[in-house]
Every structure is written in C-alpha cells, then in structure tokens.
C-alpha cells in the first residue's frame, strides 16, 4: 500500500526552493522504488504562506507570487486538520528561532519534524531536554542530519557508533566551508588573508558579514550538536571559542568599515604563518575530546599529512577517534555545505521519517 506523506516546508530560500525542486525530480522515483508518495501542500517564507492540498508543481513560485497569503501558525495546523491530511512533517529550512518555538505545538499536533536549522539542538538543555521528551510521548521523529557536514553522513555515524556501544574519544575537524576554503588557500600561498577571505565572500562561501564566520560560533554551535549526541551535557556557552575578529574590528565597527580595514587582519595572520614548522599548515578546527568533556574551537598548525592538513577547495573533514578505531580515525570528508548537498540530505531525512511510517508488510 502507498504511503502519502504531507510536508509543510518552513523556508524557501536556498534550501527550501532546492528541495522543492529535488522533490519535484525524484517524485516519480521515490514512488515506484519506495511506495511512498510526497505532496507538499503548504509552504512559506517568514511572512506569507501558499497552500495547495494537491501538492506543489513546477510553477510553485508563481502561484506563490500569486495566491500566497499572510499567515499565523495556528492557521496551517488547522488547514491540516480540515483537509484531513496525515503522515505529517514539518521541514524547518530556516535559521528562525521564531519557528523553532512552534516546533512543540506542530509535535503535539501531529507533525514529525526535519530540520537544516541548528537553534533547536543549541538553545539550552532545558529546551533540548524538553523536545525530546515530547517526541517521545507523541511518538513523533525529529531528523537534523544537516546540521552539521550538511549532506554528509556526520550525525548519523556517531549516532549509530554511540549507541552501538563504541567509545568515541575525540571527535576533530574543519566545520565550516567558508573557514576551510580561507585556510586551506591561505597557508601555502603568498596571497595575504584580507585578499583570501575577500575571495571567499565573493565566491559566496562567507555570510555577508565574514565576522559571522570569523567569529567561530557557527562552528562552536555544531561541536555543542556534536556533543549532545554523545550525551554530553553542554551548553553553547561551555565551549571554548578563538574568535579570528580582533576586539578593534568588532563591536561598534559597522560592515563597510570592517571592509575597508580587511587588511587590519593580515599582520597577525602573516605572524602565525612564520612560526610554523615545515610540513604544517594552518587550520580552524573544532575539537571535542569525551573524557575531559572538552570542546574546544580554535586556529592550529597542522601536520599537512593528516586528513585535516590535506583539505583542499571548501570541503569538510570530520576525524572521529575511536576506542576500536585507535590511532587512526574513521574519517568522512566532502562538501560541507551548499544548497544542493544541504537540500538531498534533508531530502534523506524525509525518507527515513517516511520509512518509519510506512506499514509493515508481515510475511507468513
Ligand atoms: N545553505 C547552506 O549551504 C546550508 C548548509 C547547511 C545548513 N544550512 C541551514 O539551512 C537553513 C536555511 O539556509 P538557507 O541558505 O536556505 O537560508 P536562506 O536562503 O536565507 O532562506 C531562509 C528562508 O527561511 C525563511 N524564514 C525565515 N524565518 C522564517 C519563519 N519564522 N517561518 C518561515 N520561514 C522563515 C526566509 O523567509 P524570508 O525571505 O521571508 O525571510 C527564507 O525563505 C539555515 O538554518 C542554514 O544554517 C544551510
């Protein structure tokens, strides 16, 4: 028997209108290889909402130019309830906090949740706790695989060595794209870091503030992620953060005067770069080590030999030591963000929400 399975798709930016767009190919596939059918009948951005019970199609975008509509939280759940519709999940592809609050009353109403943003598992414990606890008694999934490494398989791998029983010892890497791409072409060229990281903005691997990435929370909120899998009882103000923003470029500099001062970073970095050993390179880690329930985000100097050393463009490395891994880490390296990777792997995180609500065929 076919599985219909309803999404309300919070956020149609990068990631939403990809998924869309991901969902909208693969539909067909997805049906006759898996039996499950995927509509979405709602979707909105922070201010309007366009419902379609049939399910999105290729004009979404015009028709949501065109019949979308003011809305409150309380207006989709009930469009749901009215329609009738089931198999419910709600897709957060925003970075609200706004939404994030809503997540217990859409639980509580039926909806499993995906999420590609990071506030739900980076507010406090109590939150974190609290969620979770719901879930249980609603019997609802909540899958956030890309969180961190965004398509690559990061949370989940720990999450399976975890509660097979394995002991993670450490877990070390290079989270951030943007950060990845200004070091890895920063250590052995003679290009100055303002100029590199200028390059990275314009690629479009920085946020429009590079402070943002600088700053190293992004990375310091998916180390608290990181942890909390391994039930680590952490908060996001726990971790030890190295910010790359001198005091004087932050505060009360706006974004334009921090443009124009980029080359106000470079001395300090040329600096670092001298003081290296031959065979190293620099790098911005995150560092999580279980037995002193350290997390640590920091600038290193690194063996260019080791998977973290030989990084290249803007991809990712996660090292994950081991107790029966030893000395050398299982490793899962690849593009770390991106709307296309972000969008399939949330579009994975659907189908395993999917799967789970699929009825079960006995065999006599
Ligand atoms: N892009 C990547 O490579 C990547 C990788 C991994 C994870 N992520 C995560 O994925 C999420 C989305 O990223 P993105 O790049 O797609 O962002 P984006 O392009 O800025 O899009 C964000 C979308 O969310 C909507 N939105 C904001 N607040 C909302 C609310 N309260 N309710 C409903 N919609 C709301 C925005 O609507 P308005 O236009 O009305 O503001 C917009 O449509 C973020 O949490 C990001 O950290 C992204």
Not at 143 to 158: F, R
Request: hydrophobic share 40%; aromatic share 8%.
């Amino acid at each position: 028997m076919c599985t219909t399975i309803n999404i309300v798709l919070f956020g149609i930016g990068n990631v939403g209108s990809t998924l869309i767009k991901q969902l909208l190919e693969a539909e067909n596939q997805i049906f006759i290889k898996q039996n499950i059918r995927i509509k979405i009948p709602v979707i909105t951005n922070s201010q309007i909402a366009f419902f379609q019970h049939q399910g999105m199609t290729p004009t979404w975008k015009a028709d949501l130019e065109q019949f979308s509509v003011p809305y409150r939280m309380e207006d989709i759940i009930e469009y749901v309830q009215e329609k009738k519709l089931s198999h419910l999940i709600a897709v957060d592809a925003t970075a609200s906090e706004a939404l994030v609050k809503n997540y217990i009353p859409l639980i509580q109403s039926g909806f499993h949740i995906v999420s590609a943003n990071k506030v739900a598992n980076t507010l406090d414990s109590q939150f974190y706790e609290k969620l979770r606890s719901e879930l249980d008694k609603y019997q609802r999934k909540f899958l956030y695989e890309t969180n961190v490494g965004a398509g690559l398989p990061v949370i989940d791998t720990i999450r399976k060595l975890h509660q097979a029983g394995e002991r993670i010892l450490q877990i070390r890497g290079v989270f951030s794209g943007s950060l990845s791409y200004v070091f890895n072409n920063y250590s052995e060229s003679g290009i100055p870091f303002s100029k590199v990281l200028r390059q990275a903005s314009e690629l479009g691997l920085t946020e429009p503030d590079a402070r943002d990435d600088l700053s190293g929370k992004d990375v310091a909120r998916k180390l608290l992620i990181l942890a909390r899998e391994l039930d680590l009882k952490k908060e996001l103000n726990q971790v030890y953060i190295q910010s790359l923003v001198p005091k004087n470029l932050n505060g009360k500099t706006t974004l334009s005067q921090f443009k124009q001062r980029l080359k106000e970073l470079d001395p300090r970095f040329e600096q670092l770069k001298i003081q290296l050993q031959p065979g190293q390179v620099l790098r911005y880690i995150g560092q999580l080590c279980t037995q002193t329930e350290t997390l640590e985000v920091k600038l290193v100097a690194e063996d260019k030999t080791s998977p973290i050393g030989q990084l290249q463009g803007a991809d990712s490395v996660f090292e994950i030591y081991t107790e029966s891994y030893g000395d050398l880490p299982l490793v899962i390296r690849g593009a770390g963000a991106g709307k296309e990777v972000t969008a399939r792997g949330v579009l994975g995180d659907i189908l395993r929400v999917a799967s789970s609500i699929q009825p079960q065929v006995l065999v006599n």
